[in-house]
């Protein structure tokens, strides 16, 4: 068996683990990064954040021709050759893929093609993609192995037409109908998608509301569009059964204490993500779990075993491509002796559905529930001249401030680029912004980063394209 010796391990080279190899790397530490694929990516390349926003792309290019019609320029319905779109698709994650190779080679950082797991304490043992062992020595350890889709009973996944949201993602065909059990992000954007480019798309959900966790007032703004564009949306709704007969998946639901059958080509189970630490040996070590799973860490992201980390998915909430970059260049921070730990005040999060939602900071649900006394403003996309030259007026943009200090706390945005929007709302909050700041700092106009003006201006009672009254006692600069 080889043995290798190596200062820090990294196992998993998604957007948590990669970061983490190269800012080590970069900081003079001789870092080994253990992945079962071929080059760096993880998830979020391979199966996630990238090739679902290039196919979500196609699908904003055939929504927006036939918008167009609004306002006078008709186009065909466009022709879709899926071959042709997923080869682009993939060749999109190939290019980034290759790339981090390439940065990987650069940085001189030992790249073993495998699965990893601890043996003790400070050994790995690993099994390659060939069939070989080795055994791995290090100094630290972080665990970046992210999380994997999470099943249903009674659904069977060697089905071809019963699809998890990976193999959505390489189908290479549009359906004519789909159903999207779970009303979470990964489902609702899949489904944008394939309903984009003619798939009739029907969605069930348990809860009485689509994307939980997102304030309702934002919600509603995606439901409303979704309605016009699904071909149905089941809410407080039960999957009971699923069957296959004739090619056709049979799927049986309840609602309201009765039940009724429907017939799909496809269905896409979506119910969620958890985190993957299947066959880590974490046993060996004295690295625990929570009761859903998530490696325990504190604020450094270090496990009970001083030189073993966990970062990304598999640390815990939110599991996010860009929360998980963040903690590893932290943790890069604490294995080569800095101070610092994961204290960030605003972690943005984005659905790219169309419309998008992007939130950071508190909500305005949390907010209520623990009670804080807070102002909300809200501005409305119907009062933006640029949202009404894009015929998108379907759109709002929401400051939660703290009623004291007036200093934001909470940012919420729904419409098109709401995700592009939301950087300014963050860095706002990390730096301590006031909405007296935003509403100050000179915004071009017409853009629909005005909204995000606006709405602080609203904070004081008014904003120049809304009226309302000034609330007592308010008042701007002094």
């Known amino acids: 068996m080889e043995k290798i010796v190596t200062e820090v391990a990294v196992i998993g080279a998604g957007p948590g683990g990669y970061p983490a190899a190269f800012a080590l790397a970069d900081k003079g530490k001789k870092v080994t990064l253990i992945d079962p694929e071929l080059n760096p990516g993880g998830v979020c390349l391979y199966k996630g954040c990238i090739p679902s926003k290039a196919l979500l792309h196609a699908a904003k290019v055939a929504e927006d021709a036939r918008d167009a019609a609004d306002f006078g320029l008709s186009y065909e319905e466009p022709h879709v050759d899926p071959k042709k779109l997923f080869s682009w698709k993939d060749e999109v994650v190939s290019k980034l893929t290759r790339g981090l190779r390439t940065l990987v080679k650069a940085r001189k950082i030992n790249y073993?093609?495998?699965?990893?797991?601890?043996?003790?304490?400070?050994?790995?043992?690993?099994i390659t993609a060939s069939g070989e062992e080795k055994e791995l020595l290090f100094e630290n350890a972080v665990i970046s192995t992210g999380s994997v889709s999470k099943s249903v009973p009674g659904v069977n996944f060697d089905s071809p037409n019963i699809l998890d949201s990976d193999r959505a993602l390489s189908m290479g065909e549009i359906p004519n109908t789909l159903l999207v059990v779970g009303g979470g992000y990964i489902g609702l954007e899949l489904g944008t998608f394939f309903s984009s480019l003619g798939t009739k798309v029907s969605v069930v959900e348990m809860l009485p509301g689509l994307v939980q966790g997102v304030d309702r007032d934002l919600a509603g703004v995606l439901k409303k569009r979704l309605d016009q564009k699904f071909g149905s949306i089941m809410l407080e709704t039960k999957l009971i059964s699923v069957g296959e007969s004739d090619n056709e998946?049979?799927?049986?639901?309840?609602?309201?204490?009765?039940?009724?059958?429907?017939?799909?080509?496809?269905?896409?189970?979506?119910?969620?993500?958890?985190?993957?630490?299947?066959?880590?040996?974490?046993?060996n070590t004295r690295v625990g779990v929570d009761e859903k799973g998530f490696i325990k860490t504190d604020s450094q992201r270090r496990t009970a075993e001083p030189g073993i980390f966990a970062i990304g998915d598999v640390s815990g909430e939110p599991m996010l491509a860009h929360k998980a970059t963040y903690e590893g260049k932290i943790v890069a921070e604490v294995i080569t002796g800095a101070?610092?730990?994961?204290?960030?005040?605003?972690?943005?999060?984005?659905?790219?559905?169309?419309?998008?939602?992007?939130?950071?900071?508190?909500?305005e649900k949390d907010a209520r529930e623990e009670q804080m006394d807070?102002?909300?403003?809200?501005?409305?996309?119907?009062?933006?001249?640029?949202?009404?030259?894009?015929?998108?007026?379907?759109?709002?943009?929401?400051?939660?401030?703290?009623?004291?200090?007036?200093?934001?706390?909470?940012?919420?945005?729904?419409?098109?680029?709401?995700?592009?929007?939301?950087?300014?709302?963050?860095l706002a909050i990390e730096m301590g912004a006031t909405a007296e700041d935003l509403s100050f700092s000179i915004h071009p106009h017409p853009t629909l980063a005005e909204t995000l003006m606006e709405a602080a201006e609203g904070v004081y009672g008014a904003s120049t394209h809304l009226v309302k009254s000034r609330p007592p006692g308010s008042s701007r600069r002094k």
């Open 112 to 126: 073993v093609r495998g699965r990893a797991a601890f043996s003790s304490s400070n050994t790995l043992c690993i």
């Open 249 to 283: 998946i049979e799927v049986s639901f309840e609602h309201d204490g009765k039940t009724f059958r429907e017939k799909y080509e496809k269905i896409l189970i979506s119910v969620g993500r958890v985190p993957y630490t299947e066959g880590l040996g974490l046993e």
């Open 339 to 363: 101070k610092t730990q994961y204290d960030p005040l605003a972690v943005p999060a984005v659905i790219f559905t169309d419309p998008e939602i992007a939130w950071c900071g508190i909500t």
């Open 374 to 426: 807070i102002d909300i403003s809200k501005f409305p996309w119907t009062a933006s001249g640029r949202a009404l030259t894009l015929n998108r007026t379907d759109g709002l943009t929401k400051i939660i401030a703290d009623r004291e200090t007036r200093r934001i706390i909470g940012v919420g945005i729904v419409g098109p680029q709401a995700g592009e929007l939301i950087s300014e709302a963050v």
